[in-house]
């Protein structure tokens, strides 16, 4: 038997007037979930846990089949991991973007862009290498990611900060949480000596010519330490891979005991290299028994308020992982259960992630089943909430049913 569990990020969304009140996903074309719905299981699954923040990081480690109230210990130590930085005990990870801010009369701060107009990870490199070699002291080193997403590790104690997460804050005042930074001195003078070099780089500087949003900062949230998470392994005996293009979900892999799958041009945008992450899976599931695909795009549509993106990037997922990845396990006659969902809403209204039980589908290719009547999208609640048990408490229990094993 093999098993999948297919993600499309952040693909759940809120009725929208120009959609005629429907959602994005009931507005996209996905005639391969829409059919799988006729023929499998449609319910809801509860990823975040109550009080927890509906981050990707959490609802991915619980689409993983782990309580995060056990197991989270902050997003950055799992994007470390899978950058290859090993943490030691005294040392904490914190997350660093780079973005573009606006600087108001007043010491008042404005957030343009969360990820500095998505730059390359080429230009990024290279401020990040500019970072290392000026600020960089026995205390602060910088990590170099992918495009706008960057560790910073911390030796030591530090003022302790209330953090957020940038993409909460698109286009707005952002002056109470920066200055927390700057009310602590050796955080003040890292970010402040951080961008000054950011602004004068001849990156930048390019960047501006060309009409594009700079990275004229850094902005540290997500911190943590080492995780200590059983592998998937010994929890469900399950060996397999896990496919994304981002480095959060690639530390998630690394620690529950997954192969990371790296597949040229991935972006974690709608430009990224559907054909190969099918294609991948596929090959993993020639000697592996799981399979995780990640796919970022509609996640990153919802954060820049961006409609037809999302929808292309819903219809792609449908038509570039779902379909492709069905017909080559069928075409090979495999036997296998698999689930289509994602990790939580990132309506485009909020443009950030919002907790609320996430639409699941649940395909076993041995049974034809009657069907909900639905089609896959936001409504699964209308059939599913009506019925005992028609919302999972967390992902351990998605985990379980998806094995057919008792909770």
Same mark, same amino acid.
């Given at each position: ?8 990020? &952040? ?29 499998g ?6 990823t ?6 509906? &981050?990707?990081?959490?609802?991915? $480690? ?11 210990s ?9 950058? &290859?930085?090993?943490l ?17 009369? *007043? ?26 070699? !000026? ?5 602060f ?19 302790? $900060? ?38 004068n ?7 501006r010519?060309? *009409? ?36 959060? $979900? ?16 991935? !972006? ?9 992450k099918?294609?991948?899976?596929l ?39 779902v ?11 495999? !036997? ?5 969902t ?8 909020l ?28 409504k699964t609640?209308d ?5 005992? &048990?028609?919302?999972?408490p967390?992902g351990e229990?998605?985990?379980l ?6 909770t």
């Amino acid at each position: 038997m093999k098993y999948l569990i297919l993600v499309g990020d &952040g693909m759940g969304d809120l009725p929208l007037p120009e959609l005629e009140n429907r959602t994005p996903l009931e507005a996209a074309r996905t005639p391969t979930l829409d059919s799988l719905c006729q023929r499998g299981e449609l319910f809801l699954t509860r990823t975040v846990p109550v009080g927890y923040p509906p &981050g990707s990081d959490v609802a991915n $480690l619980s689409l993983l089949g782990y309580r995060p109230e056990e197991y989270y210990s902050g997003r950055a130590p799992l994007e470390a991991a899978a950058m &290859g930085v090993k943490l030691s005990p005294d040392e904490t990870a914190f997350r660093c973007n780079f973005v573009t801010l606006q600087r108001e009369a *007043g010491k008042k701060v404005r957030l343009i862009d969360y990820s500095a107009g998505h730059i390359s990870s080429d230009e990024s490199h290279q401020l990040i290498e500019a970072l290392e070699k !000026t600020c960089s002291t026995d205390r602060f080193h910088f990590k170099a990611g992918v495009s706008y997403r960057h560790i910073l590790v911390v030796a030591g104690e530090y003022p302790v $900060l209330d953090t957020v997460p940038p993409h909460d804050h698109i286009e707005k005042d952002v002056t109470t949480p920066w200055q927390r930074y700057m009310n602590a001195p050796e955080w003040a003078d890292l970010l402040n000596k951080a961008s000054t070099i950011l602004e004068n780089h001849p990156v930048n500087q390019k960047r501006r010519e060309k *009409g594009k949003n700079p990275a004229n900062a850094i902005w540290l949230w997500g911190e943590g330490k080492l995780p200590t998470v059983p592998s998937l392994f010994d929890r469900f005996g399950l060996r397999g891979s896990l496919i994304s293009a981002v480095d959060l $979900l690639k530390g998630l892999a690394v620690n529950v005991g997954l192969d990371v799958i790296t597949i040229p041009g991935a !972006t974690g945008y709608i430009d990224t290299n559907y054909q190969g992450k099918a294609e991948a899976a596929l090959e993993c599931l020639k000697t592996q028994d799981y399979v995780f695909v990640h796919v970022e795009a509609p996640d990153e549509a919802g954060h820049q308020g961006l409609l037809q993106d999302k929808l292309q990037a819903i219809e792609d997922f449908d038509q570039k992982i779902v379909a492709p990845i069905l017909r080559g396990l069928e075409e090979r006659n495999e !036997t296998f259960r698999m689930v289509a969902t994602m990790d939580h809403y990132t309506p485009l209204s909020l443009r950030t992630h919002i907790d609320r039980p996430v639409p699941t589908l649940l395909y076993d290719s041995r049974e034809e089943k009657k069907g909900s009547g639905l089609d896959f999208s936001e409504k699964t609640g209308d059939v599913a909430g009506q019925e005992e &048990g028609g919302t999972l408490p967390d992902g351990e229990a998605l985990m379980l049913k998806l094995l057919q094993r008792q909770t």
